[in-house]
């Protein structure tokens, strides 16, 4: 599977950004979707996971903040952004496959910059 990450730029904080990711391939609706992210010097730490029912989890840190959805028609899977602090800045990355550390492809990343 490949996948293109898109929507990360500069935002204040308290602000909002929508990042997408596009699948290729034709059983995107059978994959579970991930995004995580990695700040400059910092793990790469899972910000959230969807399943392919639908089913979201979220990390600690962007609950109640951050939505994951999919649209199985678009292969595609958008992460809403909102409220977001200088904390939640880093290079995003999405992953597709069977769920968490089982994943068969990643994007290149898509850059969120949050000014305080």
């Known amino acids: 599977v490949q996948l293109q990450a898109s929507g990360g730029g500069l935002v204040q904080a308290g602000g909002s950004l929508r990042l997408s990711c596009a699948a290729s391939g034709r059983i995107f609706s059978r994959y579970a979707m991930g995004w995580y992210r990695q700040a400059p010097g910092k793990q790469r730490e899972l910000v959230a996971v969807?399943?392919?029912?639908?089913?979201?989890t979220y990390a600690d840190s962007v609950k109640g903040r951050f939505t994951i959805s999919r649209d199985n028609a678009r292969k595609t899977v958008y992460l809403q952004m909102d409220s977001l602090k200088p904390e939640d800045a880093a290079v995003y990355y999405c992953?597709?496959?069977?769920?968490?550390?089982?994943?068969?492809?990643w994007g290149q990343g898509t850059q969120v910059t949050v000014s305080s």
């Open positions: 992953a597709a496959g069977s769920g968490v550390d089982r994943w068969a492809g």
């Open positions: 969807i399943t392919s029912g639908g089913s979201a």
